[in-house]
């Protein structure tokens, strides 16, 4: 497990070993220039082949970075020397996977349709935030960031550079008070809150002013919810203005099941894979359409 970080995420660690890995190997404080000789010391371990016997997980924080490590990890491998490779920085590519089928099942429950030309505002422009809106643009949806906190040319250029790795779009629009939020929410379709844990985005009254909402989800788990009234078992229930939410533990019951799921893939399947978070988002359709 390599993260730039001073600790691997104990969140990480836990669900590897009930993936079944025998030995997890936290590499913390792993730099983007250590990752070719960290993974060429390992593929070099074991006889070609043996690609289902390690793995590589790239953990982190910064999207961006992990995305770097990724693609570092995938070109260290030499000829028929290579192991599997999974990123899913906080969490970030997992949980967006999972919130993104989750929306797609309430919109098509409620109209028919999915994500294809809908509004999406996504409240937070944290990883799982930047995930959500790749993913929301590539299933045809208009996805838009709601930064939360101050915003800086130096903190709009990693969403530029995110986007631009993954050839979609991601416009943003500042809502640091609920005159802002407001107005950014005027005709949205769709609301995620994916701010900071514990962080209370979204009244009461404000949610009552968007009449046009026909979900509204929340990936914070810890008290007070992201969206008043909104509960973290929710799954569908109907909210006082009209939309269907989708609360945390619901999000996280497919989460934990794509993220345990590619754990066990990169050691069952028939080759060394690579999973970025559009691959968890095809799992998570799966998981949820089944
Ligand atoms: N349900 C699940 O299965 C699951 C799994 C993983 C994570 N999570 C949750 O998903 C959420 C987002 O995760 P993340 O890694 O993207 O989060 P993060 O990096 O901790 O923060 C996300 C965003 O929150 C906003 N924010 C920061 N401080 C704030 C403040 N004081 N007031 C209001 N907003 C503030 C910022 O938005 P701007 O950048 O727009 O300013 C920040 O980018 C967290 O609540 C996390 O616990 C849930």
């Not at 107005?183 to 379709?189: G, S």
């Not at 949610?207 to 509960?231: F, H, K, Q, T, Y």
């Amino acid at each position: 497990m390599l993260d730039p970080r001073a600790n691997v995420s104990p969140f990480d660690v836990n669900m590897a070993a009930d993936a079944g890995y025998e030995v997890v190997m936290p590499y913390s404080g792993a730099a983007l220039d250590d990752v070719t000789g960290l993974v060429q010391d390992a593929i070099f371990s074991r006889p070609p082949g043996r690609y289902n016997d390690t793995g590589v997980f790239i953990g982190g924080h910064d999207v961006n970075l992990a995305a770097d490590m990724l693609e570092r990890a995938r070109s260290a491998m030499v000829g028929p020397f290579e192991v599997a490779v999974m990123a899913d920085p906080n969490g970030a590519y997992t949980t967006s996977a999972a919130l993104v089928a989750l929306i797609e099942k309430l919109l098509r429950a409620r109209g028919g349709a999915g994500l294809e030309s809908r509004s999406v505002q996504i409240l937070g422009g944290g990883p799982v935030g930047l995930c959500t809106a790749v993913l929301v643009a590539q299933s045809g949806g208009h996805p838009r960031l709601i930064r939360l906190t101050e915003m800086t040319p130096a903190r709009a250029e990693p969403v530029e550079r995110f986007a631009s790795r993954y050839e979609v779009e991601l416009p943003w629009v500042t809502g640091r008070d609920d005159a802002e939020k407001s107005a950014a929410l005027e005709n949205a379709e769709v609301a995620v809150c994916c701010a900071k844990a514990g962080v209370q985005v979204l009244s009461a009254d404000l949610m009552s002013r968007c009449d046009m909402l026909s979900v509204a989800a929340d990936v914070n788990a810890v008290p007070p919810s992201g969206i008043e009234g909104l509960s973290v078992t929710d799954d569908g229930a109907e909210l006082s203005s009209g939309a269907l939410g989708l609360g945390a533990l619901a999000i996280g019951s497919i989460k934990y099941k794509v993220q345990r799921g590619l754990l066990e893939r990169m050691m069952s399947a028939d080759r060394a894979v690579v999973l970025d978070f559009p691959d968890a988002f095809e799992f998570a359709r799966e998981v949820v359409a089944s």
